[in-house]
């Protein structure tokens, strides 16, 4: 697998709401007790239902926000420790990709203006000559023609959009990008360009990618390992292959089989999860799946399920195979 960048251990993040009438306190379980490692230059997909905490782990993983508990090691370093001037530095190797490039460009700066900002915020640039000179050979690393450095956001399409977002991204050499539903608002050709994109730029820059998305066609394009959540959990963790090839988490299952494949003309069948996804507002003490899970047992209703290694590299949460390591 080659080498860690990051080790996730334990994170765990709640959001705190009031509740009503009474203002008890109540928690949102956005992310609970998540822990996983990335290994230098692979594409991580993360996968799961609107809801399971996918972007949260994201913002928590880059600080955006403060996790509840649980440590993250990037280079073996405990990141989560760092107070903002000790992470100052780490954080540029650390940069996100968000769906909508529109919100994060300002309408009236122009787009070479843009890019080149974080340049000159962290003094990387000493003299706008050299940050345009950065800016010019972005433009052309993301596809983007030169003159579009004069231009405004309103002037491009969505697809240019997201590469002058990822160009932003780009701008001060990070190690690590977290995609968050980066081609979700996009035609399917244009997504198409832009994942391929984001393959070529991972070779060329030697780039490591967590890649999230309610999509599991997307995330099956892109990644060599794919971490399929639901509600703030780990259901299944494995490389692409063994979750395609071999599928164990009834949750999976029920992803794949929603995912079209001309070849089986309409003989495939699609596993229809009745209900939405459980309230993550204090979740019951069983499988958080249970309530949807087309093979729920009784011990499901009030055992939690332990994420167990079912093969090697291959993890699971379900009691389905947990009486293989004699968890049940
Ligand atoms: N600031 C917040 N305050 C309270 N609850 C929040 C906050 N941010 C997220 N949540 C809740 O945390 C849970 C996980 O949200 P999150 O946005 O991480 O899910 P997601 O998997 O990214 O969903 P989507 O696919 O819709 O983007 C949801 O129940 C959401 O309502
Ligand atoms: S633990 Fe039970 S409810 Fe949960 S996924 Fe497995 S079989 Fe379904
Ligand atoms: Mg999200």
Redesign the pocket.
Known sequence: MGEKILEVRDLT?Y???SNGLFRKKKY?H??EKVSFDVYKSETLGIV????????????VLLKL?KQTSGKVFYNGQDIMQLNSKEFGKIRRELQMVFQDPYASLNPRIKIGDSIAEPLIANCISTNYAEAKKKVYELLDLVGLQPESYERYPYEFSGGQRQRISIARALVLEPKILVC??AVSALDVSVQAQILNLFNSLKKKLDLTYLF?S?DLSVVKHISDRIMV?YL?EIMELATTDQIFSKTYHPYTEALISAIPDPAERGRKKRIILEGDIT??IDPPPGCRFSGRCFKTMEICKYQHPELIEVEPGHFVRCHLYSERKGDC
């Open positions: 993040k959001f705190e709401v949102v956005a992310v799961g239902e609107s809801g399971s905490g996918k972007s949260t782990l994201g913002r926000i968050d539903e999230i309610h959540m703030g309230s993550p």
